[in-house]
Nanobody, 123 residues
Framework: QVQLVESGGGLVQTGGSLRLSCEDSGRIFSSYVMGWFRQAPGKEREFVASIRRSGGITDYADSVKGRFTISRDNAKNTVYLQMNSLKPEDTAIYYC????????????????WGQGTQVTVSS
């Protein structure tokens, strides 16, 4: 069973930073590919980043490359999203996701989702 709980969202000014966390209460966290998605008001949900089971391979949407960093700590059952140089267009609800196989920007949606955490970037 995978249960994902995000935290770390909030209000930040343009150029600021936030770190999102997502903890999995299950016992086989290291078996899952983890990712982050976001959904802005009036827009479709979009892929942000993903990280393989061991943490050695990551993937990012072009819009966040060089600004966001995804990482994971399998000992703590937690995946992180460090967001730097934030822009107003990064404002969205951010969702943590898990899948046993893969998470990409073009593939089927992941099997498991968190409830989301709001990130608001003021101009």
């Amino acid at each position: 069973q995978v249960q994902l709980v995000e935290s770390g969202g909030g209000l930040v000014q343009t150029g600021g930073s936030l770190r999102l966390s997502c903890e999995d209460s299950g016992r086989i966290f290291s078996s899952y590919v983890m990712g982050w998605f976001r959904q802005a008001p009036g827009k479709e949900r979009e892929f942000v980043a993903s990280i393989r089971r061991s943490g050695g391979i990551t993937d990012y949407a072009d819009s966040v490359k060089g600004r966001f960093t995804i990482s994971r700590d399998n000992a703590k059952n937690t995946v992180y999203l460090q967001m730097n140089s934030l822009k107003p267009e990064d404002t969205a609800i951010y969702y943590c996701a898990a899948d046993i196989l893969r998470i990409t920007g073009r593939g089927p949606p992941p099997d498991y989702w968190g409830q989301g955490t709001q990130v608001t970037v003021s101009s």
